[in-house]
């Protein structure tokens, strides 16, 4: 009890002993204490559990836009208490309107306080009503609850327009809890210190005084400040991965054309993966890179040229490669790489991170975009071993300490695997993609000589979903407010 009691701020230590059995807020400013002060350290009390609050609707009556004038059969009455008045005569000197002027003559008339004639005298009980300030008195004492005024007088204002009005205001109730009670008994001292500074330390104040105890597991808001999509976070820490392990980053166009996309990776132009139905073609011509390249790339698709391969045995046609599309992989990126580079220039490490698009159904597994991390190292003693121990090394910066690799076909590499990782919390294995090492018939062609070639291109939103535990990977693009502020930052 003792530490809590030290753990409470000022405001909480004047506040708690004014507290007795269902204190109302407004009980308690009569102590000077400002409304807004006292609110807070109901808050703050009642999360410590020493007050339990509660709000109370209460009845208030106020002053109305005509309640805040001089009674206006006073008026009239102070008009003719010295002599008797026409009734253009108390009108002109009072300046009432048509509407007041009615009102106070019936009130009056009605109590018998006036006689009419051909002018109006004021009468004994008059000269009372007169002198008789109830109703101002009531009317001073507003605003007030209205179980405390006297109900006579307010049903005889109600019936009078815009005099007073009537509204509901929540009062806010506070009672001590057991423990509450426990720790109001106790010397709450209001001269703590609540933080050290040079001009404490140098009078030397602090010897003779207590600091306040700082409860660093009480309960506070929640503050949602501003930061980065979640995705890219982790592409940004997948992209710092690759840099920190001595790759340099690619970069290109998300549209290309076909030859970069399709052609230059060895990928036969009658091949399904070139469908409408697997990829978004859109309109106009791609620009080709220089001659010499494209005849490379032809003969290797028509008869392999000196690559040793027989080629795809087909007529190679450079209109089908102008053909613009939105990138199905960021492998066009490693592809234009290798038309840059010279044989000086090895050995060389590479990656990208980027958005690629295909025209997939859209389904809890599936989306029209994702994001791949591509990488190749071209280093004359590069062999798959080599492969798979960068992947292994990339995903274990990334949280994955388990990763496996299967035999695979795919067109442009040879051996080619799948890669798998383990996810520890869910315990099961989640598929991301394929690897191999590039054919003669892509690095012949594009590079002009036959070196090893590492390439990788796993998909990494599957990844990125299965940490943040998203089952739907529509869920990972949602616009869903609540998990943007309430999802946890990609460290690993």
């Not at 509407?99 to 006689?115: A, H, M, P, Q, T």
């Not at 002009?448 to 990844?463: K, S, T």
Request: glycine share 6%.
């Amino acid at each position: 009890m003792h530490k809590l009691a030290e753990s409470l701020s000022p405001i909480e230590r004047k506040v708690l002993p004014l507290i007795k059995e269902n204190t109302s807020l407004k009980q308690i400013t009569k102590s000077g204490l400002k409304e807004i002060e006292i609110i807070r350290a109901f808050q703050w009390l009642e999360n410590k559990g020493l007050i339990k609050v509660k709000k109370e609707a209460t009845e208030i009556v106020d002053l109305d836009v005509n309640g805040k004038k001089e009674l206006p059969e006073k008026k009239f009455l102070k008009s003719i208490s010295e002599r008797e008045l026409s009734l253009n005569e108390i009108q002109e000197r009072t300046k009432l309107s048509n509407d007041e002027l009615n009102v106070s003559l019936g009130l009056l008339k009605r109590n018998s306080c006036i006689l009419l004639g051909s002018k109006i005298k004021i009468t004994s009980k008059g000269k009372e009503y007169l002198n008789n300030n109830k109703i101002e008195n009531f009317l001073i004492s507003l605003p007030k609850e209205k179980s405390e005024l006297n109900q006579e007088i307010l049903n005889e204002l109600k019936k009078r327009k815009g005099m007073i009005k009537e509204e509901s205001v929540k009062e806010r109730i506070a009672a001590l809890t057991e423990k509450g009670r426990e720790i109001s008994k106790l010397n709450l001292k209001s001269d703590m210190i609540e933080s050290l500074n040079i001009k404490i330390l140098k009078s030397k104040e602090w010897k003779n005084k207590d600091f306040r105890r700082y409860d660093i597991k009480i309960n506070v808001p929640k503050i949602y400040p501003g930061k980065k999509h979640f995705v890219n976070e982790a592409l940004d820490y997948a992209r710092r991965i690759w840099l920190e392990m001595g790759f340099k980053e690619m970069k290109g166009n998300m549209i290309q054309s076909s030859f970069w996309n399709f052609d230059a990776l060895y990928t036969s132009q009658d091949h399904s993966v070139r469908d409408m139905h697997d990829t978004f073609y859109l309109n106009g011509k791609g620009d080709l890179p220089s001659k010499e390249i494209i005849n490379r790339v032809k003969s290797a698709h028509e008869n392999g040229g000196n690559t040793g391969s027989k080629g795809w045995q087909y007529s190679w046609k450079e209109d089908e490669a102008r053909k613009l599309v939105l990138r199905t992989h960021t492998t066009v990126l490693s592809a234009q790489t290798l038309t840059k580079l010279k044989k000086e220039d090895l050995p060389v490490k590479y990656f990208a991170v980027g958005r690629c698009f295909r025209n997939e159904t859209l389904d809890f597994s599936h989306l029209f975009e994702f994001n791949q991390t591509e990488g190749i190292v071209i280093d004359e003693n590069a062999n798959l071993r080599h492969l798979i121990g960068y992947l292994k090394e990339f995903f274990k910066k990334m949280g994955f300490e388990k990763a496996r690799f299967r035999p695979a076909y795919f067109p442009y590499t040879e051996m080619s695997l799948e890669i798998d990782i383990y996810h520890p919390v869910h315990k099961k294995w989640i598929e991301l993609g394929g690897a191999g090492m590039f054919r003669p018939e892509v690095v012949k062609p594009l590079l002009g000589i036959d070196v090893p070639v590492l390439a990788w291109g796993p998909g990494i939103d599957r990844m990125i979903a299965d940490v943040y535990k998203i089952k739907d990977i529509r869920e990972v693009y949602k616009n869903d407010l609540k998990q943007l502020k309430e999802i946890k930052t990609w460290l690993k």
